[in-house]
């Protein structure tokens, strides 16, 4: 039952398109098209392993469980759902029309057990697979799936920090300090004539350089795999190409003077770009990191080795590498935070780089090996190493959530997407119309929409994304359920979302990181997601451990919903698209943030106001 001994099969994985049914009901059929779209070549970073994105987020446990839940998905009954456990296909049970399909359980551990650790074990004897977010959840769309957020995450930074054109730069913070935001607003502003440095052209970070030149800045992203730079290139996530570190920063540099948005992908590793970055003296506007430093192992390489050195050490010496990635990742931080120090606004942006520096160092500590003492491999690294580091510095840098995105979590909104099952991009277009005339007076979205069409190439199944929010959703999707009901679109729509949203996610270093409550860490909220999804009618509902930031740090859940045109599925899509972001105003509120206590009074969402009645 090993992955590595199957590759995959274009012709034999190649995704559906069109009217005609493979499955039993337009249901089944929506995630057997979505989990083979996950692993279509276009879409997901390493289909041979079966890798979607996010280090190793896979979308099944090996191959031979991908061709039993396809299997499964073709006879399954419009009255029964199938059990994913972590992959695998276990039963397939009777349940009822209104009940979901599929139900997706990935990489939980008791949370004693929950490292990457004693995962690594569950692995190796072929137990257990990392489901990522959507990638185990079979609802990732490529990089177009991201884009927004990070596009708003930008617009965030930008209108937190810079006002466009004239009035020079506002800092509204002071490096290391952790804003509270529940009083941003998100009006358009620009990153003309900035530079953004961050790193990892992966699944995820691949959008950050569409996303900073939608923005008008420039970035300039370090990878250590050309075929990643080559891959954005193609997909117009990225403009240009260099293989030399200073020609990159000086390109970058001229971009930046003449205010023209650019992107620039670097092969080097993050490292060596901060480096070079200090050693010239040159302090990006903005800073941060989309490499997979969430999994030491798999999504990480360190500085000190080639990338060539790093695949053999990885299958070699797992332990030493692991160490060697600590090492490197601590320094990454350093780095980070010697921009800071010199001016560069600097976020987390979701890998949980901060905690694994954090851990290093406490490590380091407790066994007596000071992190400036560490033995120098190279003279760069020596002269690195032996900078003067404060200690406890790690998350002086805020999340991203914390500083830019939970005001949008308090209206409910996030990373809604959906999919034209037929594979024609018209039925996006149209999708796209109906959106734009649904919410007219939303000139941020109407922006996002006019760009997207513009510049975002689909990968697999053309589909869409549209940070939309409470009220909202229920809208879109009826709305869309109207258009398979009349013959508008050629074949369903499917509709999901990121985990990565208001009320789906438990992360303390990431979607819930210093909550004003202190309720970070409160893990309640996903299991309610997930259970009042099933119960409203989800089409297949998932929970997941460990997504975005490793074993031990996340539980979330997802959900996928299809609208296939019929008075039933209309009934499931008002409920399970009102309540899944309800779930998230109620948990901000919950936390005490004014702007989601208003969005729950607005939405019938409040619960004393209920009692009161
Ligand atoms: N911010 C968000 O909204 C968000 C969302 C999802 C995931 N994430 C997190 O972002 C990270 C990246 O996700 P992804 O899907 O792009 O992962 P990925 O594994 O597909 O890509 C990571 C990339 O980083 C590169 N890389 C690794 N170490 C490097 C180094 N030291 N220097 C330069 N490049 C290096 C790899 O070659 C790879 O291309 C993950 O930790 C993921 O969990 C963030």
């Known amino acids: 039952m090993s992955s590595i001994t199957k590759k995959y099969d274009p012709v034999k994985y190649k995704t559906p398109t069109g009217t005609r049914l493979n499955c039993k009901g337009w249901i089944q059929e929506a995630a057997y098209r979505m989990l083979l779209n996950n692993l279509d070549p276009e879409v997901a970073e390493r289909p041979d392993d079966l890798i979607v994105y996010g280090g190793r987020g896979k979308a099944a446990r090996n191959f031979e469980c991908l061709d039993l839940i396809l299997k499964a998905l073709k006879v399954l009954e419009d009255d029964e759902t199938l059990l994913i456990q972590s992959g695998k296909p276990v039963a397939m049970l009777k349940t009822h029309r209104d009940a979901p399909r599929v139900l997706i359980s990935n990489s939980q551990l008791v949370p004693k057990w929950a490292t990457w650790e004693h995962f690594d074990e569950l692995e190796k004897k072929g137990l257990m697979m990392y489901g990522q977010m959507t990638a185990g959840s079979w609802i990732y769309i490529g990089s177009q799936g991201i884009v927004q957020g990070t596009y708003e995450t930008y617009a965030a930074v930008a209108t937190t920090h810079f006002c466009h054109p004239d009035a020079g730069r506002i800092s509204t913070q002071t490096p290391g300090q952790r804003p509270t935001t529940n009083d941003q607003q998100h009006t358009a502003a620009s990153l003309k004539g900035t530079l953004n440095v961050s790193a990892g052209l992966g699944g995820m970070g691949g959008a950050q350089p569409l996303a900073i030149t939608m923005n008008e800045g420039v970035a300039l992203i370090a990878e250590v795999e050309e075929w990643r730079i080559d891959k954005r290139i193609e997909t117009r996530y990225l403009d240009e190409k260099y293989t030399n570190i200073d020609e990159a920063i000086d390109a970058a540099m001229q971009y930046k003077k003449d205010g023209t948005a650019k992107s620039i992908g670097v092969l080097c590793n993050a490292v060596h770009l901060l480096q070079r970055l200090v050693e010239r003296n040159i302090i990006p506007d903005t800073l941060t990191d989309q490499t997979s430093a969430h999994d030491p192992l798999i999504g ?248 975005g930031v490793g074993m031990g740090y996340s539980i979330h859940a997802g959900m996928v919903i299809v609208a296939d045109g019929t008075d039933e599925a209309a009934a499931r899509l008002s409920r399970v698209l009102r309540n899944d972001p309800g779930l998230g105003v109620i948990r901000h509120a919950d936390a005490g943030y004014d702007i989601a206590k208003e969005t729950a009074k607005n939405n019938n969402l409040d619960i004393i106001d209920r009692l009161r009645m």
């Open 300 to 547: 990480y390489v360190p500085h000190i080795l080639t990338n060539e050195q790093a695949n053999i050490l990885r299958k070699e010496n797992p332990e030493q590498y692991i160490e060697r990635s600590y090492e490197s990742m601590y320094l990454h931080v350093q780095l980070m935070l010697q921009l800071m120090d010199k001016g560069a606004i600097t976020f987390d942006y979701g890998n949980n780089i901060r905690a694994r520096a954090q851990e290093y160092e406490v490590k380091s500590r407790e066994s007596g090996v000071g992190s400036r003492k560490h033995d120098s491999r190279t003279n760069s690294d020596s002269e690195l190493l032996t900078t003067d580091y404060k200690l406890n510095r790690c998350f002086d840098f805020p999340g991203f959530v914390p500083a830019y995105i939970r005001p949008l979590f308090c209206l409910g909104k996030g990373p809604f997407r959906w999919a034209a099952l037929s594979g024609d991009p018209d039925d996006i277009r149209i999708t796209d119309d109906v959106i734009l005339s649904l919410f007219p007076h939303d000139k941020g979205l109407h922006r996002w929409m006019k760009m997207a069409q513009e510049k975002i190439a689909f990968q697999g199944l053309p589909a869409r994304i549209c940070w939309i929010g409470q009220g909202d959703r229920e809208k879109a999707g009826l709305a869309f359920n109207e258009l398979v009901r009349s013959g508008k679109v050629k074949a369903p729509i499917v509709i999901g979302r990121d985990h990565l949203d208001t009320g789906s996610v438990a992360s303390p270093n990431r979607e819930t990181e210093a909550m004003l409550d202190g309720s970070d860490a409160v893990a309640d909220w996903p299991i309610l997601n997930a259970l009042v999804n099933t119960a409203g009618g989800a089409s297949w509902v998932s929970l997941h451990h460990g997504g």
